[in-house]
């Protein structure tokens, strides 16, 4: 007996309430507590608490609403959106559908996302956002959802390391801190790693001071080969202690040269006395960066990224 998706209310609240707890207990089942914890501090599971979902059931002021996929009497899957109308935009609640661990993802989270697919462009939406963030096997189950419904997007790959003594590598670098070289050069030689503008290099840089702990004097490094300027260094430690390879960078006309490997252990040096974990993070495409993490000991731990629909192309 198959059922069509539906738009879900209040009187769902209990059958959601259901749904919702078979799904995390089949989560915390097969996922060990390291595998849930997350370096960024970002919830594994993130599962939306009773008071999310009666938002979204009561179709709040917010533009908070649900729909839901029941076989015989019985919840399937739901999945919790939020529409902003103003900017013709829909965004699907964290790391969802939520799909009863009896059922099928593929089948019965893909009907629920068509239904909002359908919904969306009736409704003269532009475009359907999600992010999704978790252990590997299961963020690719959902990518492949989501890619095979239209959407696109690569997730960033979250790699970790306990490996903190590394050989040096054949190059000589010299190093020096972003206190020596000053803040406004070091923001300049930035910029010039990274083919960004000067004020990217330092929105960056703002961003970095707010999330970790970070100290110029010893976390920001500028690489020298003699008296060429090769690359950038930066580290960091999170709130829990947890150590972060930030970035490293190399000048492109000093790429391909194995520069990356010296950078790198410079890096975790840089790290090696205050932690006994480093976390990082990288895009899935970016080859070249991940053979040289995984070079170094770094193992995916997460995958995380947005997915997107554009209606225009649908």
């Not at 649900?66 to 965004?91: H, N």
């Not at 909002?116 to 992010?131: D, E, K, N, Q, W």
């Not at 083919?195 to 500028?222: F, G, H, K, Q, Y």
């Not at 731990?301 to 225009?312: A, D, F, S, T």
């Amino acid at each position: 007996m198959r059922v069509q998706p539906r738009a879900a209310g209040l009187d769902d609240l209990e059958a959601c309430l259901e749904l919702r707890s078979a799904c995390l207990a089949r989560f915390c089942e097969a996922y060990p507590a390291e595998a849930r914890w997350c370096p960024a501090g970002a919830p594994v599971p993130r599962i939306e608490d009773e008071e999310t979902l009666r938002k979204h059931l009561a179709k709040d002021s917010e533009g908070r609403w649900a729909v839901l996929a029941s076989r015989a009497g019985e919840p399937q899957a739901y999945l919790l959106c939020r529409t902003d109308q103003a900017k013709r935009q829909l965004s699907i609640e964290w790391h969802s559908p939520r799909v009863s661990p009896l059922a099928c993802l593929q089948e019965e989270g893909g009907r629920l996302v068509s239904f909002v697919i359908r919904l969306s462009r009736r409704r003269g939406v532009r475009h359907i956002s999600a992010f999704l963030h978790g252990p590997p096997d299961e963020v690719e189950a959902l990518v492949s959802l989501y890619r095979g419904l239209g959407f696109e997007g690569d997730p960033r790959l979250e790699m970790l390391t306990r490996r903190l003594r590394l050989p040096p590598g054949r190059h000589r670098l010299r190093f020096r801190s972003a206190q020596e070289v000053g803040l406004d050069t070091f923001y300049g030689i930035d910029a010039a790693v990274r083919n960004w503008s000067r004020e990217e290099s330092e929105e960056n840089a703002e961003i970095s001071w707010r999330m970790w702990s970070v100290d110029p004097a010893t976390d920001w490094l500028v690489a020298y080969e003699g008296e060429n300027l090769v690359g950038t260094v930066q580290v960091a430690l999170t709130r829990q202690g947890v150590g972060v390879v930030d970035h490293i960078g190399v000048l492109p006309e000093h790429r391909g040269r194995g520069l990356g490997r010296c950078l790198l252990t410079r890096a975790l040096a840089a790290l090696r006395e205050r932690t006994d974990v480093v976390w990082l993070d990288v895009d899935q495409d970016n080859l070249p960066a991940v053979r040289l993490y995984q070079w170094a000991g770094f193992r995916v731990h997460h995958l995380h990224g947005g997915m997107v629909r554009r209606m225009e192309s649908a």
